[in-house]
């Protein structure tokens, strides 16, 4: 088992800048690749970035490119979201989850999941 643990999550002004922090323990997380996802309220979850279990490869969906950077220390068992520019439209609970899989980008390739910490960007 594995168990994801988000926070870095809040209340931003548009253009503000956030950090999200996982924290993972259980088996060898740094083996797995990791992935954040986001969710508003009356939408599908959806995926934001996803990093290897090296970090040396990292995926970002169209609309955080160049905006956002995932990151992570195999060290400390965290992955680290970096969130700058914020959007309104960034405003949803975020996801941090692990993966078997080298890299993934879709919600079914994922086998852990943590509880999600809300980010609010006011506009």
């Known amino acids: 088992q594995v168990q994801l643990v988000e926070s870095g999550g809040g209340l931003v002004q548009a253009g503000g800048s956030l950090r999200l922090s996982c924290a993972a323990s259980?088996?060898?997380?740094?083996?797995?690749?990791m992935g954040w996802f986001r969710q508003a309220p009356g939408k599908e979850r959806e995926f934001v970035a996803a990093i290897n279990w090296s970090g040396h490869s990292t995926y970002y969906a169209d609309s955080v490119k160049g905006r956002f950077t995932i990151s992570r220390d195999n060290a400390k068992n965290t992955v680290y979201l970096q969130m700058n520019s914020l959007k309104h439209e960034d405003t949803a609970n975020y996801y941090c989850a692990a993966t078997n899989q080298f890299v993934a980008v879709s919600v079914r390739e994922y086998d852990y999941w943590g509880q999600g910490t809300q980010v609010t960007v006011s506009s």
């Open positions: 259980g088996r060898t997380v740094s083996r797995y690749a």
